[in-house]
């Protein structure tokens, strides 16, 4: 009876971690989406456009990103996954000053590193989720559960993302600060991913830091 209860109490424990990461995921990665459309139509004008054509690419990213997962060996999956959440953290939140600098310096080029920086985005973004279903399929091995578990949580923190954005951020931060804002969320993000799935990782040298 101990033992069966401290296997649920830590599959519990370890199933409010795991919502509670897909939900700074989601929230992050739409505000990822809000912050770059923003800027676009702030350089270029346009606001309908803009806003579609950036979602719509990163969108399009997002799904490459998840075809893309699949050359992932299992036995990395972990690694990556803390990867990619850092080179999304650095890439979205200095993505604003890019794009700024970008149309300062290079106008002829500009419009490049704009749907460059929202493919970029998109793909590390579209790369992640699958990832995390992979990852967790050893806790949930039946696929509605996973399914479930994963997705329903990113979806809700879409949502709170897509309302704190709108109504909080925007009214009281800079469009660049909130960039740095969100990179802090998705580092704060990889940091759980570490402390969720430290012991999955595959180099040594990350696993020395337990």
Known sequence: MKDGTAITTTQRQRGWTLGLLMFLLGGCGLAYEYTLSKIASDLLGNSVQQWATMIATMLFAMGLGADV???????????RLITTQVMLAVLGGFGPLIMIHGFALLPQLYILIQYALAFGVGMLIGYEIPLMMRINEEDAPDMRINLSQVLKMDYIGALVGALLWTFLLVRYLSIDRISFVVGLATMASAILCWRLYRKRLARPGTRALE
């Not at 992932?72 to 999956?77: D, G, Q, S, Y």
Request: aromatic content about 0%; hydrophobic content about 35%.
């Open 69 to 79: 997962q699949k050359h992932t060996p299992a036995n990395v999956l972990a690694d």
